[in-house]
């Protein structure tokens, strides 16, 4: 059974307009805290307040309150942003996606408040380890980070010398999570390399890219092998490796919205339908071999 850990906020930093990052310390057994590996979640326990009813609306896609105001213990699962090298913390990144918990904790939650983090718990990233994968391929979008900056942190910290591309899609610039900190980690080993891209701002008004840092406009496969682009032959790694390095040779994570892995979501009466296609769907166009993929789905488009 997972454990629980009663911890305290030592400090909440913005992140973006809808996001805050919180470093937890434990306030007395911390036995097994940071027995986790990179892409592990725990769940978190909070006490907020909030109106009584808070229903989902098909027609305005949002959550519409009513009722009076109640105080109740609500907890959600969120991925961890630090690594287990990183002893006496645990950093946990939460956005105000629509819900009945995350809008009301960032607003109500301050420094010095405590809470419970129940785990660590999950699967996701386990075959990375198992298979001792040396090339590995992060995809994200918004708030689907965390396990990627936890991964590279691992690696730096154990020297393990393992190649990680972290591919990141938001809307633009500013909605880019923890954006100084993923090129900060990219400067820190010529293992790394940061491919970011901005679906709805236009390339000009995008920081020009460098060797290790790249910024692109639109969505990632607009009819392209983007992994391939990023990784084949393009010199990055072949001063490393001494020889060419082939696409089909890394692992892919996925962590996102249903639409950003497999292009699954709602239509417009509100069921279940393939809308499009998602990075998991272009992999496996290119051929890239089903076992080398691994998803992580943090909300139902």
């Given at each position: 059974?997972?454990?629980?850990?009663?911890?305290?906020a030592e400090k909440i930093?913005?992140?973006?307009s809808d996001?805050?990052?919180?470093i937890?310390?434990p306030?007395d057994?911390?036995e097994g805290?940071?027995d986790?590996?990179?892409?592990q979640?725990?769940?978190?326990?909070a006490?907020?307040?909030?109106?009584?009813?808070?229903?989902?609306?098909?027609?305005?896609?949002?959550m519409i309150?009513s009722?009076?105001?109640?105080?109740?213990?609500?907890?959600?699962?969120?991925?961890v942003?630090s690594?287990?090298?990183q002893?006496?913390?645990i950093e946990l990144m939460?956005?105000?996606?629509?819900?009945?918990?995350?809008p009301?904790?960032?607003?109500?939650?301050?420094?010095?408040?405590?809470c419970t983090?129940?785990?660590?718990?999950?699967?996701?990233?386990?075959?990375?380890?198992e298979?001792?994968?040396?090339?590995?391929a992060?995809?994200s979008?918004?708030?689907?980070?965390p396990?990627?900056?936890?991964l590279m942190?691992?690696?730096?910290?154990?020297?393990?010398?393992t190649?990680?591309?972290?591919?990141?899609?938001n809307?633009?610039?500013?909605?880019i999570?923890y954006?100084?900190k993923i090129?900060?980690?990219?400067?820190?080993?010529?293992?790394?390399?940061a491919?970011?891209?901005a679906?709805?701002?236009p390339?000009?008004?995008?920081?020009?890219?460098?060797?290790?840092?790249?910024?692109?406009?639109?969505?990632?496969?607009?009819g392209?092998?983007?992994?391939s682009?990023?990784?084949?032959?393009?010199g990055f790694?072949?001063?490393?490796?001494?020889?060419k390095?082939?696409?089909?040779?890394?692992?892919?994570?996925?962590?996102?919205?249903?639409?950003?892995?497999n292009g699954k979501g709602r239509?417009?009466?509100?069921?279940?339908?393939?809308?499009g296609?998602?990075v998991?769907?272009?992999?496996l166009?290119f051929?890239?071999n089903p076992?080398?993929?691994d998803?992580?789905?943090y909300?139902?488009q």
């Amino acid at each position: 059974m997972p454990n629980k850990y009663n911890v305290r906020a030592e400090k909440i930093t913005t992140e973006s307009s809808d996001s805050k990052s919180f470093i937890f310390t434990p306030i007395d057994n911390e036995e097994g805290l940071y027995d986790y590996l990179p892409g592990q979640f725990f769940m978190l326990e909070a006490k907020i307040t909030r109106p009584e009813s808070i229903v989902y609306d098909k027609e305005s896609k949002q959550m519409i309150p009513s009722g009076p105001d109640v105080e109740v213990v609500e907890k959600k699962a969120y991925s961890v942003v630090s690594s287990p090298t990183q002893k006496g913390q645990i950093e946990l990144m939460i956005k105000s996606e629509q819900g009945v918990f995350a809008p009301y904790l960032l607003d109500q939650f301050h420094e010095g408040d405590t809470c419970t983090l129940i785990g660590p718990t999950g699967k996701f990233m386990k075959e990375i380890f198992e298979q001792n994968s040396k090339f590995i391929a992060c995809w994200s979008a918004g708030s689907g980070i965390p396990s990627t900056l936890s991964l590279m942190q691992y690696c730096l910290d154990n020297q393990l010398g393992t190649k990680v591309v972290a591919f990141d899609s938001n809307k633009t610039l500013d909605d880019i999570i923890y954006h100084d900190k993923i090129k900060e980690m990219v400067s820190k080993s010529e293992h790394f390399k940061a491919v970011f891209t901005a679906t709805r701002q236009p390339l000009d008004q995008l920081p020009k890219s460098t060797s290790d840092v790249i910024y692109e406009s639109g969505r990632f496969w607009t009819g392209e092998n983007t992994l391939s682009k990023h990784t084949d032959n393009r010199g990055f790694f072949d001063k490393l490796l001494g020889k060419k390095t082939n696409w089909l040779e890394y692992f892919n994570t996925i962590c996102g919205s249903s639409s950003f892995i497999n292009g699954k979501g709602r239509d417009k009466a509100g069921k279940m339908a393939k809308l499009g296609e998602g990075v998991e769907d272009h992999l496996l166009k290119f051929e890239c071999n089903p076992s080398n993929i691994d998803k992580d789905q943090y909300y139902l488009q």
